[in-house]
């Protein structure tokens, strides 16, 4: 079992930067792909990015590459998503999640609780 709990949500305005984090409860945590997702109101959860367990190796949505970056600080057991260049449309709450490498939810096995982002116009 992998707890994980986010932070750094907050409410922006377009064009600030947030660094999100999440802190994983095991030390088994370099062993599993982490990635993030984001869910807005009314609609599917959606990913966003994921990162190897090495942190070698990492693939960013369309939607938000050049703008997130997905980064891994295995020896503190913590994954981060800096946020920069933020839109109205990045408006969500994200997930962390930690399973094996891929794009859809259905590859992670653990979930954080989530944490809401809000950008005003």
């Known amino acids: 079992q992998v707890q994980l709990v986010e932070s750094g949500g907050g409410l922006v305005q377009a064009g600030d930067s947030l660094r999100l984090s999440c802190a994983a409860s095991?030390?088994?945590?370099?062993?599993?792909?982490m990635g993030w997702f984001r869910q807005a109101p009314g609609k599917e959860r959606e990913f966003v990015a994921v990162?190897?367990?090495?942190?070698?190796?990492?693939l960013d949505a369309d939607s938000v590459k050049g703008r997130f970056t997905i980064s891994r600080d295995n020896a503190e057991n913590t994954l981060y998503l800096q946020m920069n260049s933020l839109k109205p449309e990045d408006t969500a709450v994200y997930y962390c999640?930690?399973?094996?490498?891929?794009?859809?939810?259905?590859?992670?096995?653990?979930w954080g609780q989530g944490t809401q982002v809000t950008v005003s116009s």
């Open positions: 999640a930690a399973g094996r490498m891929g794009v859809s939810v259905g590859h992670y096995d653990y």
């Open positions: 095991r030390r088994t945590f370099s062993s599993y792909a």
């Open positions: 990162i190897s367990p090495s942190g070698g190796w990492t």
